[in-house]
């Protein structure tokens, strides 16, 4: 139940992400039609980055927040397998398949709406030259919900003791979740080692491109050379 209270407080966060970023997506360009965009991270890289991150939460990918209240769920349900009767054990595992089938196709739908909607190359519609960064006033919101973001990835423990008073309602409990203090250390732990092969990785690519020029070209097409399909419709 701790889990399911965390995940509310999460969709609360990241969907209000997706939201301004597609609402900036909107504002830029003037055009709902998906197809009609394409390439938008050239002209509006935060936002494209903010947008990343709100789909990277919403599908319960490691490092962010989302993956922190949907493993307290997973890990909630199997634990109380045999626990009780044998038709609230098919239920649990029809609930667990059930996530992990929706899990799978919210990866699938951001994918595409992210690489429709802001990579591709050339753009699909003239109004993608028209569309620019949005005013700070409309990125500074974004970024503070972004680090609420990652302050609940990286530090469950401080929203468990934001969410444990409404769980002691139900279950009488205000300490119910802190037993699972050393598997959401480790989660967090796993997560800053990740960050810092990264950050590796990144200073080594850079220390081996010393002394080269960067050079430009059009996004890889899986060998399609025609251009865009769209734009010969």
Same mark, same amino acid.
């Given at each position: 139940m701790g889990g399911a209270f965390l995940h509310i407080l999460n969709h609360s966060l990241f969907k209000a992400l997706l939201f301004y970023a597609a609402g900036a997506d909107y504002q830029q360009p003037h055009t709902c039609?998906?197809?009609?965009?394409?390439?938008?991270?050239?002209?509006?890289?935060? +936002?494209? #980055?903010?947008?990343? *991150?709100? *789909?990277?939460?919403?599908?319960?990918?490691h490092l962010l927040n989302g993956f922190i209240?949907?493993?307290?769920?997973?890990? /909630?349900?199997?634990?109380t397998l045999h626990l009780t009767g044998l038709s609230v054990d098919i239920l649990l595992l029809f609930t667990?398949?059930? &996530?992990?089938? !929706? /899990?799978?196709l919210v990866i699938f739908a951001f994918t595409k709406v992210f690489t429709m909607a802001f990579l591709g190359?050339?753009?699909?519609?003239?109004?993608?030259?028209?569309?620019?960064? +949005? *005013?700070?006033s409309m990125r500074v919101p974004n970024f503070i919900?972004?680090?609420l973001m990652l302050l609940l990835g990286f530090l469950p423990m401080a929203a468990f003791? !934001?969410?444990?008073?409404?769980?002691?309602?139900? +279950?009488?409990? !205000?300490?119910?979740?802190?037993?699972? +203090?050393?598997?959401?250390t480790s989660v967090s732990l796993s997560s800053l080692i990740f #960050? &810092?092969? #990264?950050?590796?990785?990144w200073l080594l690519r850079n220390w081996q491109q010393r002394g080269h020029s960067a050079t430009q070209s059009a996004s890889w097409g899986c060998g399609y050379t025609g251009g865009d399909p769209a734009c010969h419709q």
């Open positions: 039609n998906l197809e009609a965009l394409g390439g938008l991270i050239k002209r509006m890289l935060q +936002t494209a #980055l903010l947008f990343m *991150a709100g *789909a990277i939460a919403i599908s319960a990918l209240s949907e493993f307290l769920m997973y890990s /909630g349900m199997y634990q667990f398949s059930g &996530l992990a089938i !929706i /899990g799978g190359s050339p753009p699909r519609s003239n109004a993608i030259y028209l569309a620019d960064e +949005t *005013a700070l919900i972004l680090l003791r !934001i969410i444990s008073p409404v769980t002691a309602l139900f +279950t009488g409990e !205000i300490d119910l979740l802190m037993h699972r +203090t050393a598997s959401l #960050l &810092l092969l #990264l950050g590796v990785l």
